[in-house]
């Protein structure tokens, strides 16, 4: 939405009835709402007020006393009448003309000067050039008979479109002198200059004035505005006080309650090493239906694994293939087939491993597909596996993929080859134990079902893979 537009419709908004209808009217402040009335030698005086009332309820100037307005004389404020109705009708080009001419004749006191650049720098303003609406406001400042109430109100405008034009540092120059000139400064004013040192990167001051605003406003039993916290939530952030990072995001998800704040609380306590809270967050975020993007999805996962809830991240996935947002890599697939291994469903993590195995050049996928062939009774398979995950090699642990090929080869009685399987584990000390019990048990076995063939028993010998 344009500046003009907004100006527009927030305005009609507010006023409710034709400037026509008055005698002559000035807006006081560009984005303020508010507005006051020339006083016309001779004519009907009307003053409104120039500012609308603070968000804090408080009036600027309302008690504040103010020596006599200045007056606009009839031949200037004719002159403004009829640039009144041009810029009424958005003959913006006519309306500026009128309004210049009159500084050269008609309107030639500061007072009156003063109303004519206020006037141009709305018809500037209106049509998009802030560059010339700030040039016409300093020239409002620069007259000595320039109304008190509307200097300030004038520094504020004049701040507002540096603001927008993004100088910053402008902007915060001309809310420091808008602040020493107000007889009551607002909430509003106030954040909107923490916003400027945010942009300076004077965190520090930032956070002094947010904090103090907040403390204000908590203090007369209000609730902050949640632009405000959240301003402050992100300086903490990067200051990365995650304490109070997270102490913002609860009251922001208490009254104002959003799944973003809820995903963000998730990070927070990722920081503060809290993983239990850090599920509950997310899951909550995802119950919720609100989790739609892969890396949320599969962050989730994760998490599940970790609290040794693996049929819960196998499902999270599942449903992450069946609606489409989570891709079938050979990465996601193995993350799949690993849960379900974990969950003990060997049925289920068969086919996503085999899957994965296909696309994987490396042997961890080979691996864990052997350790399921095993549990399954496939002990072939799990020969296989096992060896294919040995030659392709990139394996943290050979010692369990000896340990599986020398389970599998003792279920096929081949007790010698799965001896030799066994003494290859022993290699690695975290299964040297293990593995030498499994080599005496081998040895013992071979040697008694050797003796029962020899004594006629017709038993199974080593089936060869």
Sequence with gaps: ????????????????????????????????????????DGGPVFFGNVYAKEDDGQRKYGKTKTKKRSSVGKKCGGRL???????????????ERILKASLSS???????????????????????????????????????????????????????????????????????????????????????????????????KSLGLLSEVIAEWVKKGKVPKENWWGLQRVIFYEKQDYKQTLAILKKLVEHYPKYSYWRQMGGVYSELGQD????????????????????????????????????????????????????KTQKNMELLGHAWQQAQDGNKARPYLEEA????????????????????????????????????GGLKRKDLTYMVLGNAQLNLHCYKDAALSFEKAT?????????????????????????????????AGCSKT
Excluded at 22 to 36: C, K, N, S
Excluded at 311 to 324: H, P
Excluded at 360 to 381: H, P
Aim: net charge positive.
């Design 276 to 327: 239990t809270n850090r599920l509950i967050s997310t899951e909550l975020v995802y119950l919720a239906g609100n989790t739609s993007k892969e890396r949320e999805l599969l962050s989730l996962a994760y998490l599940f694994i970790g609290a040794d809830a693996p049929y819960l991240a196998a499902r999270v996935i599942e449903k992450g293939f069946k609606d489409k947002l989570i891709k």
């Design 357 to 392: 195995a296909k696309l994987s050049d490396k042997g961890t996928i080979w691996a864990r597909l052997a350790g399921v062939y095993l549990d399954m009774g496939e002990d072939a398979k799990a020969i296989r596996a096992s060896r294919n995950a040995l030659n392709k």
């Design 427 to 459: 290699k690695d000390k975290r299964s040297a134990r293990f593995a030498s019990k499994w080599i005496t048990y081998a040895g013992n076995e071979g040697s008694r079902r050797n003796q029962l063939r020899e004594m006629g028993a017709d038993i």
């Design 106 to 204: 008609d309107c030639v006191s500061g007072y009156e000067k003063s109303q004519v650049w206020n006037f141009l720098a709305y018809s500037y303003y209106s049509r998009d050039n802030i560059k010339e609406a700030i040039n016409s406001y300093k020239k409002v400042l620069a007259e000595p008979e320039t109304d008190e109430r509307m200097r300030a109100s004038i520094y504020y405008s004049i701040a507002q479109l540096y603001f927008v034009s993004e100088d910053y540092e402008n902007a915060a120059n001309n809310l420091e002198a808008w602040m020493k000139e107000a007889s009551v400064v607002g909430a509003d004013g106030k954040v909107l200059l923490a916003q400027a040192y945010y942009q300076l990167e004077k965190k520090e």
């Design 81 to 95: 009448e009829l640039a009144q109705i041009e810029i009424e009708a958005e003959r913006w080009a006519e309306g």
């Design 1 to 40: 939405m344009g500046v003009k537009r907004l100006f527009s419709t927030t305005m009609r908004a507010l006023w409710g009835f034709s400037c026509r209808s008055l005698t002559l009217f000035l807006i006081f402040g560009v984005l303020h709402a508010g507005f006051t009335l020339f006083v016309i």
